[in-house]
């Protein structure tokens, strides 16, 4: 009547197949299998979904999908495959009540990270499912986010509430030596705070084009988020950076101290940057932006329009006497 079963095993050997958010694509001519099983009343239940080709797979077990194919009740994930950086990801999501548990031992993050940074994300997790109330501890051995950086032994959880994250406590190692925490909390006033603090950061900081060399330093973020406008405010310390804006490099010539530093080749140093911004969707203003160094001092303000005009005003001081 209006039970619908069905169980299919498709072959994809002559297909090309493409998942942009898994970084993945199969060529023609190789070899692979697709499984389907399940049944239709009103919404689709899927008993299991199989995608094997050679040594890399997709395993999904035990969901819903509503009338706009949005996930409910996932019971466990299985990825293992090579993406198109020739980067092994291994990942495991297990459901025990209303806690999930995103175990892996490597995983490729490093355009994730590009994506998130650049506020291009679309959250391939989150919005995947309808209603998402649980709590999802972490437990991964390896994260690369850079081609030769990756954060070990991160361990955490995260509180979901309606698709959102509203707290998480994250610790973890870059490159195994330096310290990684993140921490995110939720109050009454309907505020989301976040602080973030890197040791060691260039992993991240190499994703903004416009900054190049940068090394050392410890970086230290905090934000408070309400009604989709964030104030955040970021510090970095004791840091150097061997490409700066040609206005920059030129001034430092009117220290001594930025002479010897252009000429031995090791960067411009500063002892510590800070930025005091508000940003929305599209729009980032910038209240003050200061950075100290022994060659070199900035102080601006301006905005940022998204991908249409960025506009800086304020001083640079070539040496720590002169204005």
Excluded: H
């Excluded at 199989?50 to 997709?58: A, L």
């Excluded at 950076?241 to 031995?264: N, Y």
């Excluded at 960025?310 to 040496?319: H, K, N």
């Amino acid at each position: 009547q209006n039970n619908l079963s069905f169980e299919s095993n498709i072959d994809l050997n002559n297909v090309l197949i493409k998942v942009d958010p898994l970084e993945y694509t199969k060529s023609k001519n190789l070899p692979s299998k697709f499984f389907l099983k399940g049944s239709f009343n009103k919404n689709y239940k899927i008993d299991q979904i199989k995608y094997i080709e050679n040594k890399n797979y997709i395993f999904l077990d035990d969901f819903e999908l509503t009338d706009k194919f949005k996930i409910k009740e996932l019971k466990a994930l299985k990825l293992n495959y090579e993406n198109d950086n020739k980067k092994v990801n291994q990942l495991i999501l297990k459901k025990n009540n209303k806690e999930y548990s995103l175990i892996s031992k490597e995983f490729d993050a490093q355009t994730l990270l590009s994506n998130i940074i650049k506020g291009e994300s679309n959250n391939i997790f989150l919005n995947r499912f309808e209603k998402l109330n649980v709590k999802l501890l972490l437990n991964f051995e390896r994260l690369n986010i850079g081609k030769n950086s990756q954060l070990n032994n991160l361990k955490g959880e995260i509180n979901i509430r309606e698709n959102k994250v509203n707290s998480a406590e994250i610790l973890g190692k870059l490159n195994k030596t330096k310290d990684f925490t993140l921490n995110i909390n939720s109050n009454s006033k309907k505020e989301k705070i976040t602080n973030l603090f890197i040791e060691e950061p260039a992993p991240f900081i190499t994703n903004y084009k416009f900054i190049k060399g940068f090394e050392e330093g410890k970086l230290s973020y905090g934000s408070i988020e309400k009604n989709n406008i964030t104030k955040s405010n970021i510090k970095i310390y004791n840091f150097k950076v061997k490409e700066v804006p040609v206005l920059a490099k030129l001034l430092t010539l009117a220290s001594l101290q930025g002479i010897a530093d252009l000429l031995t080749g090791e960067g411009i140093r500063f002892d510590e940057f800070e930025m005091d911004y508000n940003s929305n969707n599209s729009t980032t203003k910038i209240n003050e932006m200061y950075a100290i160094g022994p060659a070199i001092s900035i102080l601006m303000e301006g905005y940022i329009e998204k991908d249409k005009l960025t506009s800086l005003r304020g001083t640079l001081v070539p040496a720590t006497t002169i204005n």
